[in-house]
């Protein structure tokens, strides 16, 4: 498998999170950011929104980061990131789409304010009402996992992929974090597994704006 895509990137993050997982065998390529690449006529065949990540195994083409996180689920990881049980897998969905419509709308912004953004141009009024509004999204999840450890229920899935890819920043960007005990308790697990200490818990220092 080849994956286009820097390392810093949460969507390309998601990917190697998986496959990290399942030790699977891959080749990262450096693309997008300060590494460019993504406006190359060679890339665009491969993705025609130039964004990354893009997955190529065995001539198929995928881009989106959580359709790739499914594909290699169903494909590599059935019974491990892919819950067996089609409720159980319709779950895990559900929070897979829940982190892509709603959670990012206010992670990404509130990333940029805070960190992507040169300092002459960072507002802390800003920073607040989006943290406010994190909350209660992240609130959603404290809520549900007072009575459960991983998203789609018991065991860990590809559900708690794209949402857990997002905590890291969160609990680590320089805001003030209200408590949701539940949630952070879910990130301590998180941040037991190996796969996602290597894939997740990497530096976004390269990322943080300068004036
Ligand atoms: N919905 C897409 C979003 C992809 C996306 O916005 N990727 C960002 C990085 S997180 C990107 O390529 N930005 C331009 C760049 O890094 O050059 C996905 O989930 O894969």
Do not use: C
């Not at 998601?14 to 496959?19: D, F, I, M, T, Y």
């Not at 993705?47 to 499914?70: F, Y």
């Not at 290699?72 to 895990?92: I, Q």
């Not at 300092?119 to 009402?129: D, I």
């Amino acid at each position: 498998m080849r994956l286009w895509g820097r390392a810093t990137s949460v969507n390309v993050q998601k990917v190697l999170w998986a496959l990290e997982e399942l030790g699977l065998p891959y080749e990262r390529i450096d693309a997008g950011g300060a590494y460019g690449g993504t406006e190359t006529p060679e890339y665009r065949r491969l993705n025609p929104n130039r964004l990354v990540p893009t997955l190529e195994d065995g001539g198929l083409v995928l881009w989106e980061s959580n359709a790739i996180v499914r594909y290699v689920a169903d494909v590599y990881g059935r019974g491990v990131l892919r819950p067996e049980d089609p409720k159980t897998a319709a779950v895990a969905d559900q929070w897979m789409d829940w982190q892509q419509t709603t959670l990012s709308g206010t992670m990404n912004p509130l990333f940029w304010e805070v960190v992507r953004k040169p300092p002459s141009q960072r507002s802390a009024e800003k920073a607040r009402e989006l943290t406010a509004q994190a909350t209660k999204h992240l609130a959603v999840l404290d809520s549900l996992l007072a009575g459960q450890p991983w998203l789609a229920g018991s065991d860990f899935s590809m559900g708690d992929i794209p949402a857990g890819s997002m905590l890291w920043r969160w609990f680590t960007m320089d805001i003030d974090r209200p408590e949701l005990p539940h949630l952070a308790a879910w990130y301590d697990r998180l941040t037991a597994r190996p796969a996602y200490r290597r894939a997740v818990m990497t530096s976004y220092e390269p990322l943080r704006g300068k004036d």
